[in-house]
T-cell receptor, first 112, second 115 residues
């Protein structure tokens, strides 16, 4: 079955700097890769996603890149702000959306 | 508000007991997923239902069971509870298996404490 690894487990950056979180997946059949943000005490919420027919996707300060050959994808946050502090989860699944498997999470702290 | 309702929000019980967690998906969503989030842990996939049928199973213990009813709400039953079952249990729903969106909408979670 699918296994998703995520690095780093914790990340601390200065406000205004960039943050990069990397994930790898094992199942070559996976073709949908969402990213979720979970603020302290809150539920996870989708922030961006990418499909295997796309190499990169951007939405304002966040971007995701996918290398299907290497089976890895990354989240890039530019010009970080304190409100970006949260736990970020990557995930992988097929287009049936069955069995959405999450990575272990990255706790991002943005220092003002 | 995601539109996904989970009850109860908090539950405290003793080892050996049985509890039922309930989830009402967003209106129109056919898929329901259950995840377990232990302290400082990630989201462990337990089980997924689509329109009343089990679609995928993850690391769900034999002491745990779930079902999705005709009105699409779902229940997760946890029995013979152990201290290690203490966790936040999330339910999530999504529209359908064949639409272009794969977004999961999470409920607020049910926090289970086993003493």
């Amino acid at each position: 079955g699918e296994n998703v690894e995520q690095h780093p487990s914790t990340l601390s950056v200065q406000e205004g700097d960039s943050a990069v979180i990397k994930c790898t997946y094992s199942d070559s059949a996976s073709n949908y890769f969402p990213w979720y943000k979970q603020e302290l005490g809150k539920r996870p919420q989708l922030i961006i996603d990418i499909r295997s027919n796309v190499g990169e996707k951007k939405d304002q300060r966040i971007a995701v890149t996918l290398n299907k050959t290497a089976k890895h994808f990354s989240l890039h946050i530019t010009e970080t702000q304190p409100e970006d502090s949260a736990v970020y989860f990557c995930a992988a699944t097929e287009t049936s959306y069955d069995k959405v498997i999450f990575g272990p999470g990255t706790s991002l702290s943005v220092i003002p | 508000d995601s539109g996904v309702t989970q009850t109860p929000k908090h539950l405290i019980t003793a080892t050996g007991q049985r509890v039922t967690l309930r989830c009402s998906p967003r209106s129109g969503d056919l898929s329901v997923y259950w995840y377990q989030q232990s302290l400082d842990q990630g989201l462990q996939f337990l089980i997924q239902y689509y329109n009343g049928e089990e679609r995928a199973k993850g690391n769900i213990l034999e002491r745990f069971s779930a079902q999705q009813f005709p009105d699409l709400h779902s229940e997760l039953n946890l029995s013979s509870l152990e201290l290690g079952d203490s966790a936040l249990y999330f339910c999530a729903s999504s529209v359908a298996r064949t639409t272009n969106t794969g977004e999961l909408f999470f409920g607020e979670g049910s926090r289970l404490t086993v003493l």
